[in-house]
Structures are given as structure tokens and as C-alpha cells.
């Protein structure tokens, strides 16, 4: 996947047709962190405590949603995808990348979560099983992708500044 | 010498009945953010770039401060402003969380 260029207003990417097809399915796997994932507080006696957690739930819900239906109508686009060369040039508005990274990032600790949370040194040492390899592979390449949307946004962002 | 006449028109005093002071001075809730083993640093730091609007320094120092010490007080807020921040950073998945500054 490589960088292209861009306008004031969105982005260009260039993705062979599995890196296409890798990008969609893992977007697909979205959302994988409960909504129950987060607390407000460690403290227990905040005002209206309970009220304000659920209130938490209920935004990051739909905020959930909102992106989900996101996902299932902007990659649907007629021009989102257009075939070039090699595969197919993506494109992306700036405020898209912020729900992409969230969303691949949602995956990846999603992945993480079901694999029991494991430390960071324990991480590089998860044998792959029938049951454990399909969530490493998911926390990988969903962090390949925010790694490459990451680079992007500081590669931007010093180009705007140079 | 000349004497200065008296001014004609005296300058009001506010009374300061509702000031800001609640927001300075009442001890507030402090937004924490805590180490965790999986979101990527880059990724933190931007994300605190983006909920706060700080330049990337800023931002790289809270970063590591959560790396190494596990956790950085990012702001303290009145209740409201402190819960806004936090949706803001979970909705990114961080670990952050409000605490009442004590």
C-alpha cells in the first residue's frame, strides 16, 4: 500500500487488489471492544457515578454505530475505489483517516482483548493455535494498517510544516 | 503647585458576585491517562494531539510519561469538560479515566 498524494480535501492510495481485499475484511470485523470495555472512573464514589458510566456506554454505542454505517456505505462508493495499474487507487477524505484509525485501532485491542489481554513482552511470544491464530492475525494487520495511516497523517503534517 | 479637580465621574466597582473562580479554584477532576500493553505509542501521541489540540512535543512528552511512569495527568477540568475528555480518548480506545483531584 503506498501513498499517492493529496488535495486540500482527501487523499490518494495506491493497494494491490489483496491488500484491498485485506483492508475490507478487516474493517468488516468492526466493532470488537465492548462498550462496557471503558470505565469513567477508578473511583467508585464520583457524583451520579452509575448514571454517568451508562451515559459513557451509550455515546461510545452509537458512536460505534455511526461508524459501522460508515463502513458499510462509503466503501460502496462508486468512486472510493477506482482500478489503476497495479490494483486500485483509494480515496480518502482528512476526516476519514481519524475513523479509520479508530476503527483498526478498535480491532486490534478488540483481538487483544480476546486473547486473554497479554503483556507487551508475552505479545511476541503468542504461539499461534486453531483457536488463538485468527485474532493474531487480526491484531496484526489491523495494526499494520493504523501504523501506515499513522505514518501518513506525521509524514503530512511535516510536509504542512516544512 | 496645581490641585486636581475631583473627577466628575467616579468609576464603578464590580462586585464580582459570579466570578470563574470554580473553575480555578475548586479542586476539579484530574484526566489521567494510563499505560496499557497495546495501543502504539505514535498512535497515543496522536491521539493527544487530536483531543487536546497540542502541538506534537507537548503531546510526545504526556506519551511518554504514560510509558514510563504508567500514567500521565493530561488536564484538570470541572466534571463536565473532565467526562468530555474522557469520551474523547476512549473513543480511541486509551485508558483514561477522571479523577477527582484530592
Redesign the interface.
Known sequence: MKFIGRNEEQLVFEMTAREKSLFLAILGLYPQ?PES???????VD??DAQA?QRL?EE??KA?KAESQKWITTAFKEPDRFKPGKTGFYLTIKRPEL?ML??IF??V??GS?LTLG????GQ?KKLVPNPQTAPFIQRMELA?AF??FF?KT??DE?ADTTA | MATEAPPVVLPEIEHADQTDSKTSFEPGFLVICWDDPINLMDYVTHVFQEVFRWERQRAEKHMLEVHHKGKSVLTRESLEKAEFYVHQLQKYNLHATMEPNQ
Open positions: 471492544v470495555h471503558h470505565r469513567l472512573s477508578q473511583q464520583l457524583p454517568n459513557l455515546s461510545v458512536q481519524e484509525l479508530q485501532n478498535d486490534r485491542i487483544w489481554s497479554p503483556a507487551a505479545k495494526g493504523e501504523m499513522l497523517i506525521r503534517a
